[in-house]
C-alpha cells in the first residue's frame, strides 16, 4: 500500500512538471475510437478497468492528465466502436437495454462527424490555442474489410474531412495530433489464428506418421489466414499512405498545423522491445473479448470468493501486449502516450523533458487491485 500510494504521488509530481510542455495549448480535445475513449460505454469483461478498452488508463486520458496539471481544460468525445465514415453498425442500444438518454449521447459521438459536431457545440473554453487528437479508421476496417463497401483510401479521406469539420467550429482550432493506425495485420484478431495453424503445420510436416488429408487442410487453412493478413496489412499501408497525403493538403492548403504520430512504426517497434517491458506474449490476448465475459483463457481471472463469483486481476494483463483481440493493454497506451507527448514537445520552445516511464507510472494510480465482478448472464 505504501507502496502504491508512493508510486501516485510521484506521478502526480512529475506530471506537473511535464505540463510545462504543453503552455503553448490552451486546451486539449480527444476525437476518435475504444484506442482514445476514457470508458463511456460502462462496464466492459476483465481486464478492462473502468470501462475502458483496456487494462488502464488509455493514452488520451494521459495527455489530459498533463494539460490538467497545467489548469487546462480537457474534454474526450471518443467512443468505442466509433467510424471515421458515417457508416457505423456498432449496435450501441446494446438489444434495446440502453436508457434512451445515454444511446442518445452514444449516438453523438458514433462518428468522426457526429463528434465534430458535438465539439463545436459543446465546448466553451478553448481558449486561443487548443490541441484536438485524432485517431480513426479501425473500425471502418473491422466492420467492412472483406465486403465490397470497404475502401481503405475512402476512409482515410474521411478522417481527413472530419479533421476539416472540427477546423471549421472555430479559427482558434487549427492545432492536430493525429495518429495514423498500426499494423492490423498483427493483431491477435488476425494474427493469432495464423500462428496457431502455423504451428500444427510444422508439426504435421515432421511427423512421417502424418494424415494426408489434415496435412492438406492443414495446409489451405495457413494459406488462407496468410492470405488474410496480407489483404489487413495491404489495407492499412494504403489508408496511412492516404492519410498522410491528405494531411500534406491540410497543411499546404488549408493552413492547419498536424503533428503526426507513427503509429505503425510505434507498435512494430514496442513489439520489437515488448520484453524490456515486462510483457512476455505479443501474440496471444488476455482475453478474446472486452464486450463478452469469458473466464476460460483470461489472464486475469484468478478463482472465485467464498460465495463463488469470479476474482479477477487486471493488472495481469500486464504481461500480454493486448488486453483483447485488438486492443494493447495500459503499459502500450502509455508508451503511445509518452510518444505522442514527445511529438508535441518537438515542435514547442523550451519543451521540459518528459521523465523517462512518466505515462506507466500516470497509468498505475492505484486501478489495480483485485477486482470481483458478477458473472453475466
Not at 481486464?47 to 490538467?68: C, H, L, Q, Y
Not at 489487413?232 to 499546404?252: D, I, K, P, W, Y
Not at 492548403?253 to 514496442?270: C, E, K, Y
Request: charged share 15%; glycine share 10%.
Amino acid at each position: 500500500m505504501k507502496k502504491q500510494i508512493l508510486s501516485a504521488a510521484l506521478a502526480c509530481s512529475l506530471a506537473t512538471g511535464a505540463g510545462a510542455g504543453v503552455l503553448d495549448f490552451t486546451s486539449y480535445y480527444a476525437v476518435g475510437d475504444s484506442l482514445s475513449d476514457d470508458g463511456k460505454l460502462g462496464q466492459l469483461a476483465p481486464p478492462s478497468v473502468g470501462g475502458r478498452f483496456s487494462n488502464g488508463p488509455v493514452w488520451t486520458e494521459i495527455i489530459a492528465n498533463v494539460f490538467k496539471a497545467a489548469r487546462k481544460e480537457t474534454v474526450n468525445f471518443a467512443l468505442g466502436g466509433a467510424t471515421a465514415g458515417d457508416m457505423n453498425t456498432t449496435d450501441y442500444g446494446n438489444g434495446g437495454t440502453t436508457p434512451p438518454e445515454q444511446l442518445a449521447v452514444l449516438n453523438s459521438l458514433s462518428t468522426f462527424q457526429n463528434q465534430a459536431a458535438s465539439l463545436a457545440a459543446t465546448v466553451t473554453k478553448t481558449g486561443s490555442n487548443p490541441l484536438i487528437s485524432v485517431l480513426f479508421g479501425a473500425n471502418d476496417f473491422f466492420q467492412q474489410l472483406g465486403t465490397p463497401s470497404f475502401d481503405a483510401t475512402r476512409t482515410a479521406n474521411e478522417v481527413i474531412d472530419g479533421i476539416r469539420s472540427v477546423a471549421k467550429a472555430g479559427p482558434q482550432f487549427d492545432d492536430f495530433l493525429v495518429s495514423n493506425l498500426p499494423d492490423i495485420s498483427r493483431t491477435p484478431a488476425f494474427n493469432a489464428e495464423l500462428v496457431v495453424a502455423q504451428a500444427r503445420l510444422a508439426a504435421l510436416l515432421a511427423d512421417p506418421a502424418t494424415d494426408p488429408t489434415e496435412l492438406a487442410a492443414t495446409q489451405a487453412t495457413v494459406a488462407a489466414l496468410s492470405t488474410r493478413a496480407a489483404q489487413v496489412l495491404g489495407a492499412t499501408l494504403l489508408f496511412n499512405a492516404t492519410l498522410e497525403a491528405g494531411l500534406q493538403v491540410l497543411e499546404t492548403v488549408d493552413g492547419l498545423t498536424i503533428t503526426r504520430v507513427d503509429q505503425f512504426a510505434f507498435f512494430n517497434d514496442l513489439i520489437n522491445r515488448a520484453g524490456t517491458l515486462g510483457i512476455v506474449d505479443t501474440i496471444f490476448p488476455c482475453t478474446p473479448r472486452l464486450q463478452e465475459l469469458q473466464l476460460d483463457g483470461n489472464c486475469s481471472f484468478v478463482g472465485f470468493d467464498p460465495g463463488g463469483q469470479p476474482i479477477f486481476n487486471p493488472a495481469l494483463a500486464d504481461n500480454r501486449l493486448f488486453a483483447d483481440g485488438v486492443h494493447p493493454n495500459r503499459i502500450a497506451q502509455a508508451e503511445f502516450a509518452q510518444a505522442a507527448l514527445a511529438q508535441i514537445e518537438d515542435r514547442l520552445p523550451a519543451a521540459v523533458p518528459l521523465p523517462a516511464g512518466l505515462p506507466l507510472m500516470l497509468a498505475g494510480l492505484g486501478a489495480f487491485g483485485m477486482i470481483a465482478r458478477r458473472r453475466r448472464a
